[in-house]
């Protein structure tokens, strides 16, 4: 079984910052892609970021330029920084990898969530 396990949310300020994580835990032979969704208050799950085992990252055009996305294999940990926050990125922050297994099975999974509120 795998977990993974968000991190460093809260409530900011416009224009601050957050750097999120995730942390994936279990029977893990190599972590492929993975990423993160926003769930705005009332909307459906949004993609964000996202970035590949080949370290290839793409994001959302709402928070190009304020969001980054990166990884550290080794610890099988993959984060989101967040920078110049808007009101706008308030709501639940979702990571998901896609995890290998040893017998070379791929599954996808999800943690539970991370809440950020941005507000004055």
């Known amino acids: 079984q795998v977990r993974l396990v968000e991190s460093g949310g809260g409530l900011v300020q416009p224009g601050g910052s957050l750097r999120l994580s995730c942390a994936a835990s279990?029977?893990?032979?190599?972590?492929?892609?993975v990423g993160w969704y926003l769930q705005a208050p009332g909307e459906q799950r949004e993609l964000v970021a996202h970035?590949?085992?080949?370290?290839?990252?793409n994001y959302a055009d709402s928070v190009k330029g304020r969001f980054t996305i990166s990884r550290d294999n080794a610890k099988n940990t993959v984060y989101l920084q967040i920078n110049t926050l808007k009101p706008e990125d308030t709501g639940d922050y979702y990571c998901y990898g896609a995890i290998i297994h040893w017998n070379n099975e791929k599954v996808y999974y999800w943690g539970r969530g991370t809440q950020v509120t941005v507000s004055s």
């Open positions: 279990g029977s893990i032979f190599k972590i492929d892609d």
């Open positions: 970035i590949d085992s080949d370290g290839a990252t």
